[in-house]
């Protein structure tokens, strides 16, 4: 059986790492403290980040409890941040968790058994409780992630277990946080950043940088916002540009249905512009972003696998018949 790198932690049940855990799973980031060495250069696969149970036990009292288990594909493997991301960094205007990498949500799994009984190898247990131990620090282990991917209902090759193809996996969101301290706050989903000053800078600073990208390369730019973000030409060329900007890792972006129709016609050029790790100063009057990291997809076309749908529009019944 084909072993992965996971990426194991341990969450607290206290106020403050519940509402980072929700706004982890909200902007699709985690964090440590510091770099450890086994950090330089790992590639993980996956990450488990586990709340529920007590850390501070022996092993074998340890294996004998349950806990929630919110699985994770790992993106873009560790990298250094810059900007402050969670509340707690915002509240003390201070990086607390600078050593970073991307999360995406593949399943929430409940009442898991931590020994034999569950998914988990010992060693990826026993990794979880001394994660507690450790300030939250994540811990790398190999193990099958065939059983997690089996329980939370996700097909995979045998093969290939890391190619998880996101439509086919149930996801969650920070809704379904069910901490014994939960932070009782209103969410919108994946990547919603709910101050709109914020989220205005965040967009602003995010296309002002592919502005200046394009301009670079000889390209003349209309910014038009609706139905995409900028038109780019350059002689007989044409591209037109989406462009999306956080605070967080470079993991997923939310598309409208439109903005995905608009990539996959075929009669149009459409390149991605992402910019993350963006510093968002609050403290100014308007708010002031800066810096960031640059994804850029030329000529793309997001692939079904790689969507996953958050809204449906839903038909009512015909009463009247």
């Known amino acids: 059986m084909k072993s992965s790198t996971f990426v194991m932690v341990h969450v607290g049940q206290s106020t403050e790492s519940q509402r980072n855990l929700e706004h982890g799973i909200e902007t699709l980031s985690w964090g440590f403290p510091e770099k450890k060495p086994e950090y330089e250069g790992a590639q993980p696969q996956f990450a488990v980040l586990a ?13 004998q409890d349950t806990a929630t288990l919110y699985l994770f594909q790992v993106r873009g493997g560790f990298y ?19 050593q970073r990498f991307g999360i995406e949500p593949l399943a929430k799994l409940d009442n898991v058994p931590l020994g034999p009984d569950g998914p988990l190898t010992e060693s990826g247990s026993d990794a979880i409780r001394r994660s507690g131990t450790d300030r939250g620090m994540g811990k790398l282990v190999q193990m099958p992630a065939q059983h997690l991917l089996e329980l939370a209902g996700i097909p995979f090759d045998p093969n290939q277990p890391e190619n998880v193809p996101l439509d086919k996996s149930p996801g969650f969101t920070a809704e379904q946080v069910e901490g014994k ?17 914020k989220r205005k800078a965040i967009e602003l600073h995010a296309e002002d940088h592919a502005v200046a990208h394009y301009e670079a390369g000889g390209w003349t730019v209309e910014k038009l916002g609706k139905p995409y973000d900028l038109r780019c030409t350059r002689g007989t060329e044409e591209r037109h540009v989406e462009v999306k900007g956080t605070t967080g890792a470079p993991t997923s972006v939310e598309l409208t249905i439109n903005e995905v129709l608009h990539a996959r016609d075929k009669n149009t050029t459409v390149d991605l512009y992402v910019v993350s790790d963006i510093k968002v100063d609050t403290h100014t009057d308007p708010y002031t972003a800066s810096e960031g990291m640059v994804s850029h997809y030329p000529d793309w076309e997001p692939a079904e696998e790689d969507l996953r749908p958050r809204k449906y529009e839903y038909r009512l019944p015909d009463l009247t018949g």
């Open 51 to 63: 709340t529920g149970a007590s850390p501070r036990v022996q092993l074998e009292n340890w294996l």
């Open 80 to 98: 250094e941040g810059e900007s402050w991301h969670w509340p707690d960094e915002e509240a003390e205007r201070r990086l607390k968790y600078p």
């Open 181 to 197: 301290k939960k932070p009782q706050r209103r969410r919108r989903g994946a990547g919603y950043i709910s101050d709109p000053k």
